[in-house]
């Protein structure tokens, strides 16, 4: 089968740095991808690695070790609007998403 | 760049009808669209790829003669839902997919949803 774990919630204060992990087992990799929902919009592209290490983009990185099939998330500086729901997906090698169950971020004051 | 467009944003049906759901990629041609369905408090799941030129090709359990799919241009796709049932009842999200430097990525959709009474 296919899966892929992640925390249901996690809160933190503003400013503060958050780490959002991912653990999957796939019949096919071809990248790890993340994404986030605000409540009642669409998925917004935030980062994909599909090698080793770490991928950084302003405030939010990615990191990846295939070998370990894990992955996190980290943003940085917290603020109150990265308050939203936060997916990891892979891709496979037919370019298919195939998404965890989200994580819940709340950012508070 | 990387923006795709669905219409219409938000759509009531009575039940038994059918209603067509268009994703646009605006600036880049995509081959490859995809289509998902979001239930509220879940994830998004995959119902069908979309290939322009070819028959969508449909995950496990999704009926493909009620979600219709069509993808007749490199930057149209589209999804139908016929004859449709209150549990139809949900929110829709289409991707494209754009090679950019040897990478894959999804771009997604705005999101239609559909309620029917």
């Known amino acids: 089968g296919q899966s892929l774990e992640q925390p249901s919630e996690v809160t933190a204060v503003e400013g503060a740095i958050v780490q959002i992990n991912c653990t999957y087992q796939?019949?096919?990799?071809?990248?790890l991808s993340w994404y986030q929902q605000h409540d009642g919009g669409a998925p917004t592209f935030l980062s994909y690695?599909?090698?080793?290490g770490l991928e950084e983009t302003g405030r939010f990185s990615s990191f990846l070790s295939r070998s370990d099939s894990y992955g996190y998330l980290l943003l940085q500086e917290l603020q109150m609007k990265d308050s939203a729901s936060y997916f990891c997906?892979?891709?496979?090698?037919?370019?298919?998403?195939?998404f965890g169950s989200g994580t819940r971020l709340l950012v508070r004051p | 760049g990387a923006v795709v467009s669905q219409h219409p944003s938000r759509v009531i049906c009575k039940s038994g009808t059918s209603v067509k759901i268009e994703c646009r990629s605006l600036?880049?041609?995509?081959?490859?669209m995809f289509w998902y369905r979001q239930f509220p408090k879940q994830s998004l799941m995959l119902m069908a790829t979309?290939?322009?030129?070819?028959?969508?090709?449909?995950e496990q359990g999704v009926e493909k003669d009620k979600f219709l799919i069509n993808h007749a241009s490199l930057t149209l796709s589209t999804l139908t839902v016929t004859s449709a049932h209150p549990e139809d009842s949900s929110f829709y999200i289409c991707?494209?997919?754009?090679?950019?430097?040897?990478?894959?990525?999804?771009?997604f959709g705005p999101g239609t949803r559909l309620t029917v009474t």
């Open positions: 991707s494209a997919l754009l090679s950019r430097e040897s990478a894959y990525e999804q771009y």
């Open positions: 796939t019949s096919g990799f071809y990248g």
């Open positions: 690695n599909a090698l080793d």
């Open positions: 997906a892979v891709m496979d090698s037919s370019y298919k998403l195939i």
């Open positions: 600036d880049f041609q995509a081959t490859t």
């Open positions: 979309s290939n322009e030129g070819s028959k969508a090709t449909y």
